[in-house]
T-cell receptor, first 115, second 115 residues
Framework: DQQVKQNSPSLSVQEGRISILNCDYTNSMFDYFLWYKKYPAEGPTFLISISSIKDKNEDGRFTVFLNKSAKHLSLHIVPSQPGDSAVYFCAASGPLETSGSRLTFGEGTQLTVNP | DVKVTQSSRYLVKRTGEKVFLECVQDMDHENMFWYRQDPGLGLRLIYFSYDVKMKEKGDIPEGYSVSREKKERFSLILESASTNQTSMYLC??????????????FGEGSWLTVV
């Protein structure tokens, strides 16, 4: 039962353009969402997060959008840079105080930004 | 900065061997996690621990056990290694205060090959 799904295994964009990575979830108890970035042979690093009380969170070139009714979130990177080439994981969790607070990850999307 | 250290980056073990993967965090985090990453499957939770001496099964606990005798250390044990346990193993930790959110911090990863 895949509760967090990233349907695109890979995405290729030109440097300077926008990258849009998508994520869908099925568990209506999820109330916190995160994006992680992972380079080969390294651990994932936290990128940006959003609580279910918001529909947008922005940090520099990175913006996460949350559509609760559609159970969908997306990560926008503008402008994309070659150093952004990595695997991006979407993650979701329930309320911190409950046993559902563990993070559930998607399959990941390999982003390639071409110079 | 949060530091999660995994003692071994690369290991090669024989089928049937007992394998220990060690993880230490230096931020007094209550929660600790073990994930494995496989291509196309994302990050899958093996075990997690809410606090010292507490453990809970994740999504794929079969063939694994864990130990959390001290707050800073969380060990993953493969009782009898098998070739299908060849993977990248990731340890992570998290503070549980609401202000800290639900962000978990990962170590660099341990590449295990079972031959």
């Amino acid at each position: 039962d895949q509760q967090v799904k990233q349907n695109s295994p890979s995405l290729s964009v030109q440097e300077g353009r926008i990258s849009i990575l998508n994520c869908d979830y099925t568990n209506s108890m999820f109330d916190y969402f995160l994006w992680y970035k992972k380079y080969p042979a390294e651990g994932p690093t936290f990128l940006i997060s959003i609580s279910s009380i918001k529909d947008k969170n922005e940090d520099g070139r990175f913006t996460v959008f949350l559509n609760k009714s559609a159970k969908h979130l997306s990560l926008h990177i503008v402008p994309s840079q070659p150093g952004d080439s990595a695997v991006y994981f979407c993650a979701a969790s329930g309320p911190l105080e409950t046993s559902g607070s563990r993070l559930t990850f998607g399959e990941g999307t390999q982003l390639t930004v071409n110079p | 900065d949060v530091k999660v250290t995994q003692s071994s980056r690369y290991l090669v073990k024989r089928t049937g061997e007992k394998v220990f993967l060690e993880c230490v965090q230096d931020m007094d985090h209550e929660n600790m996690f073990w994930y494995r990453q496989d291509p196309g499957l994302g990050l899958r939770l093996i075990y997690f621990s809410y606090d010292v001496k507490m453990k809970e099964k994740g999504d794929i606990p079969e063939g694994y056990s864990v130990s959390r005798e001290k707050k800073e250390r969380f060990s993953l044990i493969l009782e009898s290694a098998s070739t299908n346990q060849t993977s990248m193993y990731l340890c992570a930790s998290r503070r549980t205060t609401r202000r800290s959110g639900n962000t978990i911090y990962f170590g660099e990863g341990s590449w295990l090959t079972v031959v």
